[in-house]
Nanobody, 117 residues
Framework: VQLQASGGGLVRTGDPLRLSCTAS????????MAWFRQRPGREREFVGQ????????YRTDSVKGRFTITRDNAKRTVYLQMNSLKPEDTAVYYC???????????WGQGTQVTVSS
């Protein structure tokens, strides 16, 4: 599956932003999807994931209560709704897909999110 992330930009502290990741090339509903991010000077880190049906989600503690992951299988798209953004959320955000394997092995190109203080 091929992934295309979009929606990044420059926002202010406290603003919301929604990222999208659209898939092509395979049956999207077969894939569990996730968002990762890479903050400046740091390794890429897991943000959250959503099951193939969208029935269950998981987010890392630092974004719980602020970030929400949803998906629309008819549109082949997964979303990352980010609210109450903080400067420490500044990062390149990546979407990723996992099929029947144990790891996320399909990645989007990344979209830059910059939160100004």
């Amino acid at each position: 599956v091929q992934l295309q992330a979009s929606g990044g930009g420059l926002v202010r502290t406290g603003d919301p932003l929604r990222l999208s990741c659209t898939a092509s090339g395979d049956t999207f509903s077969n894939y569990q999807m996730a968002w990762f991010r890479q903050r400046p000077g740091r390794e890429r880190e897991f943000v959250g994931q959503i099951t193939s049906s969208g029935g269950r989600t998981y987010r890392t503690d630092s974004v719980k209560g602020r970030f929400t992951i949803t998906r629309d299988n008819a549109k082949r798209t997964v979303y990352l709704q980010m609210n109450s953004l903080k400067p420490e959320d500044t990062a390149v955000y990546y979407c990723a897909a996992r099929g029947s394997g144990m790891s996320y092995n399909s990645w989007g190109q990344g979209t830059q999110v910059t939160v100004s203080s």
